[in-house]
């Protein structure tokens, strides 16, 4: 989700996405960077991403990733479903704000 | 489908994966390297960083993988294991399925080359021979051309019979097999020259007006050598000149499936060959067989109907001859329904046993894999327990049974290849081009094919109950053993009846043996043994007339001058020789000749005097002929008993009494001798009568040579004694010798096929009873070992060990013989229409079945005992 999401700001290719969502998580997220590329993989598979051979802006030969259509499909019900489950989350936690809501 | 597309694009997508993984190590190190680390410490901290990259290469490369297809190959690979464990069932089921599938393969091909097969002509299926009335369904050539040129069903109607001629290229004469055809056959099938030209109808002009030949392919290329320059040369057929005007193609075999013929000709030159004209002859009916494409959208019944109706009028226009019968319509290629109705009931009579082995064979290798199971329990247990899925385990048996049954289905079929073809080639009548063309084809691949699958999973799916209703728990606990063998269980139904369809197999095959050999040696009316044939067409030396029968006599005066022959004579067709002569015959007292009033249609020998005798024929009464029976003398014939009884009401006189031929003539009877076997062994008393060569003259001559004494000389001598008597009278005369006995082989060739055939099964049939028994017994002396090891420990006897391990199988072995023995017996009253004498009410064949299962029984269970015998107490309890 993290990864379609990034995409869908902006293509990328592996490490730049690495990088990205590094930064964008404020350095919480500590994970192989490696373990990016199954489920790269898997989006690929599942015609959510598409992926090009070009080169950088550093002029290095990379492989671009891109959100396809049906990707931004599954990255929008995706987000709503993990919101309204964040949501359910938020008001087992506290239940006082959602009695005051 | 895209995973299909995946599927070949994988080896890419794990390039570029492998590729980019390494850019990204490389532009991290990089990276690093800019923040001031040394290149090697770089490399460290991006390889860090990144996790390992083998691992999450692979986890990368599953997401592409077909998870169904990698966990079947898995399954293969522990299948494979699984069966080397166990080397000594593989091989014992492979080759039992290899049996029983090869058995399928072998008569489904023959089954697919004479019956499913059409002939090897454009447009096979709306090809329809024509059969008039219930005899031999051929027509005379007079009625052919009506038929041609009346119907309106058909787009053309060919006619064609088989022949023999003295073939002279120049070099050699020799004796060929070809067809007397219509103008218009080729045209008719469409069938296109090889070389050359074919004739036509345009090339008809009356008698002897198309003095044409076309040479079979095979013909052309073993006896011209492929010489293109053949077409145009001219060729003696029976001394009469011929033109080669072309060479069929090679596929085209002839429109008989049993007969491939060496040159075509046309049937308006047949008296050249025959010495005697047919083409007006409206009576000599059962002489061309007319086969026809039907017009489209004529449907067979329509044809059927038309055909009638011409039935009808050519009864009305010629009542002495013609007969009213109906016409019917048959597939071509085996004489009509002649010959290919019992070659179709017999044929599916073997492929349903065939199929009873596969399915014994199944039965056999389900009861061994149900032991196997049992076995296995133990670990399918575990497995449930673990939480495999059912059908996941379900697969991974099938796979294995599957596997069996592959491998056993093509080494069946690699056999079954080898067996065809060399049916194909293989000649089973002397003297005549008869063969079985069952070369196998696509077809024979797929039906075995499926075959092996289908009995794969048969005899995989019979464990799978007994696994699946066992409670997991209980076995993990207490192990497999604990409930076996004290209940009646699907395996012991399974084991009975296979061993009743065994049983059947050797009871029907013990019953054709029998009929075989007892029709070897039964009474055929004359005495075959010992005596030697040399036959020969006088025609085709160019022998007509009145020179036939003074040639006829100095060859039986010459032959008779060898030392050791007693006697010689000379018949125009031995009986259950290649070919017989019919016709009928009407009382005196008969004035209106017409086919309906016949008093009875008899079997027609033209014989020399010294015939009954050098046949060892008994004559009953009256006397033998003399060569006073000549042109001049009051037309005599012998007679034999049935026909005594068909034309004068009792078996034993009629000596002195006259009848009629088919032409009328007053004929008086002379003498009376005992019945025979005339068309073939199975016949019911067939009428015959004789007629002395003098009065009945004819150019095909066999020689019937008696030497003195019971066996005296070798027969390969006095044939070559008789060969240069013979060439010293004439030197171009076409000869050929051989015992009575090898002439016989013709007639014996059904009865001889279905022998062969069913003794193979039987065969087969015994060998899977055996390996079924054995495996059984096996199974239960190893599962039961450590008791019996007990019982020895314990004093027990040899014969109370033996019956303790092997009573349950042997009880199971007499009651599954005894079932297969009341089914076989039914089974034979089929096979009785088939094999002479085939009855299955014969102390011979009762014994020989009960001691065949007696020593399947001993023999399958002799290895099990041994081993039970064996058991060695101390170290079996020393085991666990």
Redesign the interface.
């Known amino acids: 989700m993290m990864i379609l999401e990034s995409l869908r700001r902006q293509p990328a290719?592996?490490?730049a996405l690495?990088q990205h969502i590094h930064q964008r998580s404020n350095n919480l997220l500590q994970v192989?960077?490696?373990?990016l590329?199954?489920a790269?993989?898997?989006l690929?598979?599942g015609?959510l991403v598409k992926?090009e051979?070009g080169v950088s802006a550093t002029n290095?030969?990379?492989?671009t990733y891109e959100i396809t259509p049906a990707g931004l499909h599954h990255l929008e019900a995706e987000i709503s479903s993990f919101e309204r489950m964040f949501e359910g989350i938020a008001l087992v936690l506290n239940p006082g704000e959602s009695t005051a809501n | 489908m895209?995973w299909i597309t995946?599927l070949f694009r994988r080896r890419a997508?794990y390039n570029?994966?492998a590729?980019?993984?390494r850019?990204?190590l490389e532009?991290?190190a990089e990276q690093l390297m800019r923040e001031g680390l040394s290149r090697h410490q770089a490399e460290q901290a991006a390889r860090r960083?990144?996790?390992?990259?083998t691992v999450?290469?692979e986890?990368?490369?599953?997401?592409?993988q077909w998870p169904t297809l990698e966990s079947i190959w898995a399954d293969v690979r522990f299948a494979l294991r699984q069966l080397r464990r166990s080397p000594g069932f593989t091989v014992t089921a492979v080759l039992t399925l290899a049996l029983a599938i090869g058995a399928n393969a072998v008569v489904f091909g023959m089954m697919n080359a004479l019956i499913l097969r059409p002939l090897n002509v454009p447009q096979a299926a709306s090809l329809y021979a024509i059969e008039h009335g219930s005899d031999y369904g051929y027509q005379s050539y007079p009625d052919y051309l009506d038929l041609r040129d009346r119907n309106r069903s058909f787009q053309s109607l060919a006619a064609f019979t088989a022949t023999q001629a003295g073939l002279d290229t120049g070099k050699d004469a020799s004796r060929v097999f070809g067809y007397q055809t219509s103008g218009n056959y080729f045209d008719t099938l469409g069938i296109q020259p090889y070389l050359g030209r074919f004739f036509h109808s345009s090339d008809e002009r009356g008698i002897d007006s198309a003095p044409y030949v076309v040479l079979s392919y095979a013909y052309w290329h073993s006896h011209f050598q492929d010489d293109r320059n053949a077409v145009g040369r001219t060729v003696q057929l029976n001394k009469h000149p011929f033109t080669v005007v072309g060479v069929a193609p090679p596929e085209f075999r002839g429109t008989l499936l049993l007969l491939s013929p060496d040159f075509f000709m046309p049937a308006v030159n047949q008296e050249q060959l025959d010495g005697q004209n047919f083409l007006n002859a409206r009576g000599a009916r059962g002489i061309l067989e007319v086969i026809g494409h039907l017009k489209p959208g004529v449907s067979p019944a329509q044809a059927v109907d038309d055909l009638n109706s011409i039935g009808s009028y050519l009864a009305n226009t010629y009542p002495k001859i013609d007969s009213l019968k109906s016409y019917t319509l048959a597939r071509p290629g085996l004489y009509g329904d002649m010959v290919g109705r019992p070659a179709r009931a017999f044929l599916a009579g073997l492929m349903l046993l065939a199929g009873l082995i596969l399915l014994a064979a199944c039965a056999n290798l389900g009861s061994l894999f149900a032991a196997r199971a049992a076995d296995r329990s133990r670990e399918v247990a575990l497995r449930l327990a673990l939480g495999s899925r059912r059908i996941r385990i379900l697969r991974q048996l099938l796979t294995e049974s599957v596997l069996l049954s592959l491998a056993g289905g093509t080494l069946g079929l690699v056999a079954s290849v080898v067996l065809l073809h060399r049916l194909s080639v293989w000649q089973p009548i002397p003297r005549l081009p008869v063969n079985v063309p069952v070369s196998p084809d696509v077809r024979v691949y797929l039906v075995a094919l499926a075959l092996a699958l289908a009995s794969g999973l048969l005899f995989g799916i019979v464990p799978v109950r007994q696994l699946f209703r066992a409670n997991p728990y209980e076995i993990v606990k207490s192990g497999a053993s604990a409930s076996f063998g004290r209940r009646l269980t699907v395996r012991d139904l399974l084991l009975v009846l296979q061993i009743a369809i065994c049983a059947v197999l050797v009871t029907s095959s013990i019953v054709a043996v029998r009929g075989l050999v007892r029709s070897l040696h039964s009474n055929f009316g004359f005495e075959p043994h010992n005596a030697i044939l040399a036959d020969t067409d006088l025609k085709m030396a160019g022998y007509t007339g009145d020179r036939v029968p003074a040639m006829q006599r100095r060859m039986i005066e010459a032959v008779e001058t060898i030392p050791g022959v007693a006697q010689v004579a000379s018949a125009n067709s031995t009986p259950l020789g290649g070919v017989q002569v019919k016709s009928a015959v009407f009382k005196d007292e008969t004035r209106d000749l017409r086919q309906s009033n016949a008093a009875a249609s008899t079997f027609l020998y033209d014989v020399s005097p010294n015939y009954f005798q050098a046949a060892g024929t008994s004559l009953l009464a009256g006397r033998p002929f003399s060569w006073r029976d000549d042109g001049n003398a009051p037309r005599v014939a012998v007679v034999n008993r049935e026909f005594a009884r068909e034309v004068f009401g009792s078996s034993t006189n009629g000596v002195g009494g006259y009848f009629r031929a088919s032409d009328g003539t007053r004929i008086q009877v002379v003498g009376l001798v005992e019945d025979g076997k005339y068309m073939s062994l199975t016949e019911d008393p067939q009428a015959a009568m004789f007629f002395p060569m003098l009065q009945s003259p004819s150019s095909q001559t066999f020689l019937l040579v008696r030497p003195k004494g019971d066996s005296s000389g070798d027969p390969q001598q006095l044939a070559a004694a008789i060969r240069i008597k013979l060439r010293d009278l004439d030197q171009e005369i076409p000869l050929e010798t051989e015992t009575w006995i090898d002439d016989l082989d013709g007639a014996m060739f059904p009865a001889r096929w279905a022998t062969v055939s069913l003794g193979v099964l039987g065969i087969m049939g015994a060998l899977v009873a055996i390996t079924g028994i054995f495996g059984m017994a096996a199974y239960s002396v190893s599962k039961r070992l450590r008791e019996l090891g007990i019982r020895i420990a314990l004093g027990a006897k040899p014969t109370e060990v033996l019956q303790a391990a092997l009573g349950r199988p042997l009880k199971l072995l007499a009651i599954g013989s005894a079932a297969g023995l009341l089914l076989g017996i039914l089974a034979t009253k089929v096979l009785a229409f088939i094999v002479y004498q085939a009855t299955p009410r014969d102390p011979f064949v009762l014994a020989g079945v009960v001691l065949a299962t007696l020593l399947l029984g001993l023999v399958a269970t002799w290895i099990p005992a041994q081993r039970a015998l064996s058991a060695d107490p101390l170290v079996l309890l020393r085991e666990d």
Do not use: C, T
């Open positions: 290719h592996g490490y690495v192989e960077e490696g373990s590329y199954p790269l993989q898997r690929l598979k015609r992926a051979w290095r030969r990379v492989r | 895209s995946d997508i570029d994966l590729e980019e993984m850019l990204h532009e991290r960083a990144f996790g390992n990259r999450l290469e986890r990368s490369r599953e997401v592409w």
